[in-house]
């Protein structure tokens, strides 16, 4: 028998053999203290916060679905481990998600990492640096699929934007710009990925790829 199937033997028996003493001892086992480790952007005092309505629920019969529910809320939550200390501890190991981009709409910021979720933003020093993408979530989740396949250098660019025909530009470190075709520009990319080994590359600032089967540098 498990350590925990054998307390809440005992618990059961305690509870159908009531006694004020019996409540004393079943009280032993309400969580006390919640421990928040290997979180480093999300502030233990502030999981804790959302945690509150977990102390002083008993331990052994403690239902983990409540603490999921409560945890993925938070969107920089990726998962989860749980470690229950007896007699009323509980260990929460977090693991949090990892911001790629920072995405604008209109006045509103989020962060988006490899998977493209969408993460609450906020202002941190950490991730200042990070590209910032003008667009929707659904557009640059297919220009984000493209970027992996043909292995482009992604800590290249500074900014990805969407113009209403669905075409995107790319400034990149140099303040380089490359303009995009509405459709069919993976050989755009791998082109310009081919002309930066190149010895003119540096000459160009501009390079125009929305006129099929041409380039346009300035």
């Known amino acids: 028998m498990t350590n925990r199937f054998i307390i809440a033997l005992l618990l059961l028996l305690l509870l159908t053999t009531y006694k004020s003493e019996n409540l004393s001892l079943i009280a032993k086992f309400n969580i006390k203290k919640i421990n928040i480790e290997n979180n480093f952007i999300l502030n233990d005092k502030e999981i804790q916060k959302d945690l509150i309505s977990l102390y002083n629920t008993n331990l052994i019969f403690l239902n983990t679905s409540s603490i999921k529910n409560i945890l993925i809320a938070n969107s920089f939550i990726e998962k989860f481990e749980i470690k229950k200390i007896y007699p009323n501890k509980l260990i929460i190991k977090i693991f949090e998600k990892k911001p790629i981009a920072i995405l604008q709409i209109k006045k509103e910021k989020y962060y988006i990492?490899?998977?493209?979720?969408?993460?609450?933003?906020?202002?941190?020093?950490?991730?200042?640096?990070?590209?910032?993408?003008?667009?929707?979530k659904e557009n640059f989740e297919n220009l984000y699929s493209v970027l992996k396949e043909i292995n482009f250098p992604f800590s290249?660019?500074?900014?990805?934007?969407?113009?209403?025909?669905?075409?995107?530009?790319?400034?990149?470190?140099?303040?380089?710009?490359?303009?995009?075709?509405?459709?069919?520009?993976?050989?755009?990319?791998?082109?310009?990925?081919?002309?930066?080994?190149?010895?003119?590359?540096?000459?160009?600032?501009?390079?125009?790829?929305r006129i099929n089967n041409q380039l346009i540098l300035k």
């Open 113 to 136: 990492n490899k998977n493209i979720d969408l993460i609450d933003y906020r202002d941190l020093d950490i991730y200042k640096n990070l590209p910032v993408i003008f667009g929707n």
């Open 156 to 209: 290249l660019v500074k900014e990805f934007y969407l113009y209403e025909s669905k075409r995107w530009d790319l400034e990149i470190i140099g303040n380089k710009i490359i303009k995009l075709p509405t459709k069919n520009y993976i050989k755009s990319l791998e082109n310009f990925m081919t002309l930066r080994s190149d010895n003119s590359f540096d000459k160009y600032q501009s390079f125009d790829y």
